[in-house]
């Protein structure tokens, strides 16, 4: 799945032109290395967002195409919030 769409259907990122914008920007690394929004995530990928001065780890535990409220955030794993 396209990392935009991962941040979206997940909700890290409300609506994926946001996302797509973020990733656009550099602001969304994947184990440490910034990447377009077109990358293929990974179960077990560990995405870092930057919203301002806030930075948010997150682990990737599962990718479903779709996914309700209570789903999408079982499909990560926080690591850390600064």
């Known amino acids: 799945m396209r990392l935009d769409k991962y941040l979206k259907v997940s909700r890290l990122i409300k609506r994926r032109t946001v996302a ?6 550099g602001l969304i690394s994947v184990n440490g290395k910034v990447q377009r929004a077109s ?24 990718i479903s ?13 926080e690591i850390s919030r600064a």
């Open 39 to 62: 990358y293929e995530v990974k179960t077990g990928d560990q995405l870092t967002l930057t919203f301002g001065e806030r930075t948010l780890t997150v682990e990737v535990v599962s």
């Open 65 to 77: 195409e779709t996914a309700g409220k209570a789903d999408a955030a079982a499909m990560y794993r």
């Open 20 to 25: 797509n914008e973020a990733c656009d920007n």
